[in-house]
């Protein structure tokens, strides 16, 4: 199976700021791997799909990047609405698996 | 624009078995790929498997191998997640999601709460 790694776990950032979270698969993935976006009591939100394509709706500040087993979620200037969890998933496999989230909390 | 309604929560006893409904709409049901994927208090997400409705066939994360059964119902467009020996550690809210572009989950449904006690 491939593993899935997130860092950091957790994140305290202000509003404005620029936050990059990374993700890190145990095999190359080519560009098989999206972001979401999780609030407390929701089902979670897809953000970005195939390592860079953002989702219709979503904000244009979400942006991700990487291929192969290095990726990045990067949110240009973060509002009040993106304190959050964030997932990164593979879907390279047969068997898909989730990164182990990342809470971004308000400073 | 899918539509996924899960059923509602479900107490389980140790040993038992639940099956969890997610009924689809707004779509061509067939076509789709429908994960489920559960999320213990406090925890990740976690995949349990998919099915494809147009071929019946169904494949499972190893984890769930042998006691997780997922089949899908193309006349009411409803898809179901059985999981047996039930345990405490399967608490859990249980989602299902439909496979969007690139194996990316654009639609998700609800969430029903599992909770396995005695």
């Known amino acids: 199976d491939i593993q899935m790694t997130q860092s950091p776990s957790s994140l305290s950032a202000s509003v404005g700021d620029r936050v990059t979270i990374t993700c890190r698969a145990s095999q190359s993935i080519s560009s098989y791997l999206n972001w979401y976006q999780q609030k407390p009591g929701k089902a979670p939100k897809l953000l970005i799909y195939?390592?860079?394509s953002l989702q219709s709706g979503v904000p244009s500040r979400f942006s991700g990047s990487g291929s192969g087993t290095d990726f990045t979620l990067t949110i240009s200037s973060l509002q009040p609405e993106d304190f959050a969890t964030y997932y990164c998933q593979q879907s390279y496999s047969t068997s898909c698996s989730f990164g182990q989230g990342t809470k971004l909390e308000i400073k | 624009q899918v539509q996924l309604v899960q059923s509602g929560a479900e107490v389980k006893k140790p040993g038992s078995s639940v099956k969890v409904s997610c009924k689809a709409s707004g779509g061509t049901f067939s076509s789709y790929t429908i994960s489920w994927v559960r999320q213990a208090p406090g925890q990740g997400l976690e995949w349990m498997g998919r099915i494809i409705p147009i071929l019946g066939i169904a494949n499972y994360a190893q984890k769930f191998q042998g006691r997780v059964t997922i089949t899908a119902d193309k006349s009411t467009s409803t898809a179901y997640m059985e999981l047996s020996s039930l345990r405490s550690e399967d608490t859990a809210v249980y989602y299902c999601?439909?496979?969007?572009?690139?194996?990316?989950?654009?639609?998700w449904g609800q969430g029903t709460l599992v909770t396995v006690s005695s």
């Open positions: 999601a439909v496979a969007g572009k690139e194996g990316s989950f654009d639609y």
């Open positions: 195939a390592a860079s």
